[in-house]
């Protein structure tokens, strides 16, 4: 029975295309830990939530993508049988999803671990910034602070 068959493929492809997305996000997980502990940071449950949240925001993205690729593939099986069209049936849109998602966890993996520290200190910079907006004088000391911290670095 082709159709069954059919069928079985595709949930076998989306198994393991849901099964890699997690593994990704375990892989940048465990990254993000390492480069922790080389700050020498403390690895709180804060940091671990939004591992959590990341998790959900992807699978509910990939969801409503398996979503319209069921509807493709509805689409596709219709014609298949009814009409003798023959297209695969492939979830396109969950793979091309699982892809855009992979790409951005492996970007993050390889992020170095300075860098993400330099993007904080730019971001308490940018605070310190708001906060004192109308004091001009402040606002050239957060500047001037956080440049002489970078020279120290170097």
Request: charged content about 25%.
């Amino acid at each position: 029975m082709k159709g069954v068959d059919e069928i079985i493929i595709v949930l076998c492809m989306l198994l393991g295309i849901y099964i890699a997305v997690l593994g990704l996000i375990g892989s940048d997980l465990c990254s993000g830990l390492r480069k922790a502990k080389k700050r020498k940071e403390l690895c709180s449950s804060y940091g671990l939530k939004k591992t959590v949240e990341k998790i959900a925001k992807y699978y509910n993205m990939l969801f409503a993508v398996t979503l319209v690729d069921c509807i493709h593939m509805a689409v596709v099986w219709y014609l298949d049988t009814y009409y003798g069209y023959s297209w695969p049936m492939i979830p396109i849109l969950t793979a091309v999803g699982a892809i855009f998602i992979g790409v951005i966890e492996i970007k993050s993996i390889y992020e170095k671990a300075e860098d993400k520290v330099q993007f904080e200190h730019a971001g308490q910079l940018a605070g310190r910034i708001i906060a004192n907006k109308d004091d001009i004088k402040e606002i050239v000391k957060a500047v001037a602070d956080y440049m002489n911290e970078k020279e120290v670095k170097k």
